[in-house]
């Protein structure tokens, strides 16, 4: 991966920076990686795609995590040759042109870089997915690499869309677009309570597994759940 991102960066250079969270917020390796012919700091490597010369301060962002649990394997894979498929049909397809002309798209491929490169679900045994802000104390969230490098990027960023990769389940979900919450959540499940934004996230999702169609064996996606 880190290999195709330099490639790419090469290749299009008006298009493509490439950078990673040590190097750039000042984070720490969370531990080892194979890559450039041994054993080196893992790195969190971030690609953003978008024509620099029509950049402006208005220009909508959208955010790409390929994998948040090292285990699930597929994010990484889509995510770069999604980047990969933009930029290589850029001159020749009007659709790819028009996502890089008219918007600012972050990619990271794998930011649990350790779980990924170990094809472990946690990063040093915690997980990151469960590493954020939210339902936690206070002096028990950030501590993985991983979700410092996510919490870095959304500190400098409002996107405007996200898209994060899991494995082992066929849908398209939305936070709390599931109905499991409520069996220990009472709160959030009150009569009448729907997330502020849940018209909208169950318009999109809907629409992206129409898009898809039936795929494979599975048949068509599932949404929110």
């Known amino acids: 991966i880190v290999e195709r991102l330099r490639s790419?960066?090469?290749?299009?250079?008006?298009?493509?920076?490439?950078?990673?969270t040590q190097d750039r917020f000042g984070l720490d390796a969370p531990g080892t990686c194979y890559v450039d012919g041994g054993l080196?700091?893992?790195?969190?490597?971030?690609?953003v795609v978008t024509n620099k010369a029509l950049r402006t301060a208005d220009t909508p962002e959208v955010f790409y995590s390929g994998t948040i649990h090292?285990?699930?394997?597929?994010?990484?894979?889509?995510?770069?040759?999604?980047?990969?498929?933009?930029?290589?049909?850029?001159?020749t397809d009007a659709w790819a042109r028009r996502l890089v002309d008219t918007?600012?798209?972050?990619?990271?491929?794998?930011?649990?870089?350790?779980?990924?490169?170990?094809n472990e679900r946690t990063e040093n045994g915690l997980d990151p997915n469960r590493d954020f802000a939210w339902d936690?104390?206070?002096?028990?969230?950030?501590?993985?690499?991983?979700?410092?490098?996510?919490n870095e990027l959304w500190l400098r960023h409002v996107y405007q869309l996200s898209v994060t990769f899991h494995g082992g389940a066929s849908l398209v979900a939305y936070p709390w677009g599931d109905?499991?919450?409520c069996t220990f959540e009472t709160y959030y499940c009150r009569a009448g309570w729907t997330?502020?934004?849940?018209t909208g996230m169950d318009t999109l999702t809907r629409a992206i597994a129409s898009y898809v169609g039936q795929f494979g064996g599975i048949g068509r996606y599932l949404t929110g759940a």
């Open 136 to 150: 936690q104390d206070a002096g028990s969230c950030m501590q993985t690499i991983a979700a410092r490098s996510i």
């Open 103 to 118: 918007r600012v798209l972050t990619v990271v491929p794998a930011a649990n870089s350790l779980g990924y490169s170990r």
């Open 8 to 20: 790419l960066q090469d290749r299009f250079p008006d298009l493509v920076e490439i950078y990673n």
């Open 70 to 91: 090292g285990d699930e394997r597929v994010g990484p894979t889509a995510v770069t040759e999604f980047v990969t498929l933009l930029l290589e049909r850029y001159g």
């Open 195 to 198: 997330a502020p934004d849940m």
């Open 40 to 47: 080196n700091p893992c790195k969190v490597w971030v690609i």
């Open 179 to 181: 109905t499991i919450h």
